[in-house]
């Protein structure tokens, strides 16, 4: 059973760091692409970071710079690693498979996360 559990979120001042994880079960992390999406109030989803399986990572703008993905194949784990946040960074984030054979940019997602919290306020 494909399972993604995502963890690390919390409050966090402006300017401050979070850790996000993503545990995997199930499949082999590194056959397939995967991405982070938030979800902030009120708001849609929005496609943040993504990796693919030869390990290319793609980022929105508004992130590139501050937020870094990355995934540890032998702990099958996906990570992003947030730095300087901001208020507006503010949502739920949750990790998300790509279905096999599509590219990151499809958004063709077949599996995804609970989802972990991310506030930033001061």
């Known amino acids: 059973e494909v399972q993604l559990v995502e963890s690390g979120g919390g409050l966090v001042q402006p300017g401050g760091s979070l850790r996000l994880s993503c545990a995997a079960s199930?499949?082999?992390?590194?056959?397939?692409?995967m991405s982070w999406v938030r979800q902030a109030p009120g708001m849609g989803r929005e496609w943040i970071s993504g990796?693919?399986?030869?390990?290319?990572?793609t980022y929105k703008y508004s992130v590139q710079g501050r937020f870094t993905i990355f995934r540890d194949n032998a702990k099958n784990m996906l990570y992003l690693s947030m730095n300087d946040l901001k208020p507006e960074d503010t949502a739920d984030y949750y990790c998300?498979?790509?279905?096999?054979?599509?590219?990151?940019?499809?958004?063709?997602?077949?599996?995804w996360g609970q989802g972990t919290q991310v506030t930033v306020s001061s």
């Open positions: 199930g499949f082999a992390l590194s056959n397939y692409a």
């Open positions: 990796i693919d399986s030869a390990g290319t990572a």
């Open positions: 998300a498979r790509l279905k096999a054979d599509y590219p990151q940019s499809s958004r063709q997602y077949d599996y």
